[in-house]
């Protein structure tokens, strides 16, 4: 393979600009994050050590193996809403007896670990990459049921998260649940619904209807062991399949569970179990995007400092040079690589783009999407020589592509160009975010520049004086509104990526999910739909 050359100087005032600039984002990604991880703050929390219990945090570090990494999923789901930031849920991949699970677990000090509409979100997104990646899904349960204020959000759409849990079974993708506390109402179907199902003893309580309901609905006097608790669901009703001491018992016997799970990948191994690491320090990434998210940078710094050894065999290196395409390694795994060198994205970048996604397909190779792009071309030449038909083709070959697709944006992801480069909607089966990093339908001021050009075009049909005052205040407040809501916190609160993340973790980041993705077969599409040449 050939090998990346760098031309970055981090004693440069550019390079120290741009790293000032992400730094910043990161002090107010890690604000972020440290809200997350308070959960519902120092009173609940203290009370929750005081009964004896463990929080969601430590009992996912306990049901790990040692020493294994944890990939957390949508860490900051809610940030920006009227909901705690982290919904309430903890979720993320981390290895369980050798075994890759997709882990969800409750926090109990928020609100009892009731649901609400982000929480939903956040657990259904959980269940749809452990459906995609063919990962076991361990639960870790302690839930109040629906957060009743907003349950006309929640329950029409919160039944599918026990018909996915049925549908992984279904599968053979095994299911397993550790009832901590509460699973009360809609939350008794997780353990109901899972493969396998521990309670712990004068812990668990898992009913459809509490005593107080009950009551009211049938007029019966009933207690919480008799209604719905551990001994009894274990030598009774048989929800319980097995019955713990305590929590760190379950957990226990969740591992056990895993461990004989008899559990193999589908996917091919690394192709290189030992991998080189990259040339170039992964620190320089902080420097790399540009703090104007107008000025370019080179894709390949980035992948000089994420792939194996810095090796990179580029695809038609002197066509669409907008778009750099070629092949490489990340942790082991062979990657098919798009990223945009410059924003905009031409007929002959949605051409080269195209013919690489479907040799790609047909070499069984995942994709790696770096997103900078501000969208296709406009103006008369552009769709004349047939824009729109060549960004079609691109867009067919993304929609239809079945090898994974791994997405990162690195700074922006405006207009057609997010879904080009295998935005949300594309399904990535990864998807994540740079913190400097935007993504709207175009750029602030040129959203709040068309809205200008058509107010000023309906007052002069009009035969109206254009108040230029108004506009400028209109331009302003649209600018401003359009900046805040594109910015990387603001969609990842509202889990339009699985994640931000620090720039020098976009190796290890990737690698784990490549690791996920290969838990299940890795395969090209057989076709694709009617290509408009």
């Known amino acids: 393979m050939s090998t990346l ?11 120290r600009a741009n790293r000032d600039a992400l730094l910043d984002s990161l002090a107010e990604l890690d604000a972020a994050l440290d809200t997350a991880r308070a959960g519902g703050g120092e009173k609940y929390v203290a009370r929750h050590h005081q009964r004896g219990k463990l929080l969601p945090r430590e009992r996912i570090e306990l049901l790990l193996d040692q020493d294994s990494p944890f990939l957390e999923l949508s860490p900051v789901a809610a940030y920006g809403t009227d909901f705690p930031v982290g919904a309430s849920v903890v979720t993320g991949i981390g290895v369980v007896e050798g075994v890759e699970c997709l882990v969800v677990a409750n ?7 009731a649901v609400n509409p982000w929480s939903l979100a956040k657990t259904r997104r959980a269940g749809e990459i452990a459906l995609a990646n063919r990962l076991p899904m361990v639960n870790l349960v302690e839930s109040a049921g629906a957060d009743l204020p907003t349950q006309a959000e929640i329950f029409i759409p919160g039944g599918r998260v026990f018909r996915d849990l049925t549908r992984l079974s279904a599968e ?27 309670m712990i003893r004068d812990r668990s309580q898992v009913y459809l209807a509490g005593p107080p309901l009950v009551k009211m609905a049938t007029g019966e006097d009933a207690d919480d062991e008799s209604l719905g608790g551990a001994a009894m669901h274990a030598t009774k009703s048989g929800l319980a399949d097995f019955l713990a001491a305590d929590e760190r018992d379950g957990i226990r016997l969740a591992r056990q569970c895993v461990r004989r799970l008899n559990w193999r990948k589908r996917g091919p191994a690394p192709r290189n179990p030992v991998p080189r690491p990259p040339k170039y320090d992964p620190e320089e990434l902080l420097g790399i995007a540009s703090a104007d998210l107008k000025v370019p940078f080179d894709p390949r710094e980035v992948l000089a400092r994420v792939l194996d050894g810095s090796e990179f065999d580029e695809f038609k290196p002197a066509y669409g040079t907008a778009l750099v395409t070629g092949w490489g390694e990340l942790h082991g ?3 098919g690589v798009l990223a945009n060198a410059r924003g905009v994205l031409f007929s002959e970048e949605a051409q080269k783009a195209t013919q690489f996604i479907q040799l790609a397909n047909a070499a069984d ?13 406009v103006g008369t030449e552009y769709e004349q020589r047939g824009i729109i038909k060549h960004g079609a083709l691109m867009i067919n070959a993304v929609s239809n592509s079945t090898v994974p697709h791994l997405t990162v944006n690195l700074g922006a992801s405006y207009g057609a160009g997010n879904y080009g480069m295998c935005g949300r909607a594309y399904e990535p089966r990864f998807l994540f975010t740079w913190p400097n990093a935007r993504s709207a339908v175009m750029g602030p001021a040129q959203l709040a520049g068309v809205l200008s050009i058509v107010a ?33 916190l603001f969609l990842s609160g509202r889990l339009y990526d699985d994640g931000v993340i620090d720039p020098r973790d976009t190796r290890t980041v990737l690698g784990l999910c490549l690791s996920a993705v290969h838990s299940g077969p890795v395969q090209g599409a057989d076709g694709f739909g009617i290509f408009r040449m």
């Open 5 to 15: 050359d760098t031309a970055i100087d981090p004693s440069s005032s550019i390079f």
């Open 107 to 113: 926090d109990p000090t928020v609100r009892g670990g």
């Open 172 to 198: 053979k993708i095994p299911t397993v649940s550790v009832v901590f506390g509460n699973a009360t109402a809609g939350g008794a179907y997780v353990p109901g619904m899972s493969d396998y199902t521990i």
């Open 333 to 335: 795994y062979p990657v």
């Open 365 to 377: 190779t995942p994709l790696i999407f770096l997103q900078n792009t501000t969208g296709y071309m």
């Open 456 to 488: 000023r075009q309906a007052a002069a049909a009009r035969g109206r004086e254009f108040d230029e005052d108004s506009d400028a205040a209109m331009r302003m407040m649209v600018e401003q509104q359009i900046e805040s809501q594109s910015g990387a």
